[in-house]
């Protein structure tokens, strides 16, 4: 892979230009970090590909190797791996909840203590997932919870 940067005074926007033979998983990766850095993702839904804000997204779950994006009344299909998709949205306001499932902190309506230290989150669309024990504390220290 090649990288060419031109630097002039002259430009007012930045232009990324991605010169290729086809579309391989590996232009796909570069196109959905350059995606996530102007807070977008592509998703799939339909055999239609659609530019989703970071924003409206309510959780991610990974199910059978496929990840899943998931909005307020929509399920779209990413062909990002959850790990990808984690490492690009640390730092904001995500949290990994389990193995399989990322959540949207801003889209968390309820918590409730589960047994075995899980924690059960309802979501503002009613949607509830729970968190794994292993990730319970962080999610409890990021809500402001004790």
Do not use: W
């Not at 926007?13 to 990766?29: M, R, V």
């Not at 990994?96 to 230290?117: G, M, Q, T």
């Amino acid at each position: 892979m090649k990288i060419s940067i031109n630097i002039d005074p002259e430009f007012t926007d930045t232009e990324i230009i991605i010169n290729c033979g086809g579309i391989t998983a590996e232009t796909e990766s570069i196109i959905a970090a350059i995606r996530m850095a102007d807070n977008q993702i592509t998703v799939i839904k339909n055999g239609e590909v659609h530019i989703l804000d970071i924003s409206e997204i309510a959780y991610i779950e990974s199910v059978d190797r496929k990840t899943f994006v998931y909005t307020e009344n929509d399920c779209y299909e990413s062909k990002m791996k959850l790990y990808e998709m984690d490492a690009q949205l640390c730092g904001s306001n995500f949290l990994r909840i389990s193995k399989s499932c990322i959540v949207h902190l801003k889209y968390i309506r309820s918590l409730k203590a589960e047994f075995d230290r899980k924690i059960r989150i309802t979501l503002e669309n009613g949607e509830q997932l729970i968190a794994s024990r292993q990730y319970a504390d962080e999610l409890k220290k990021r809500m402001g919870v004790h």
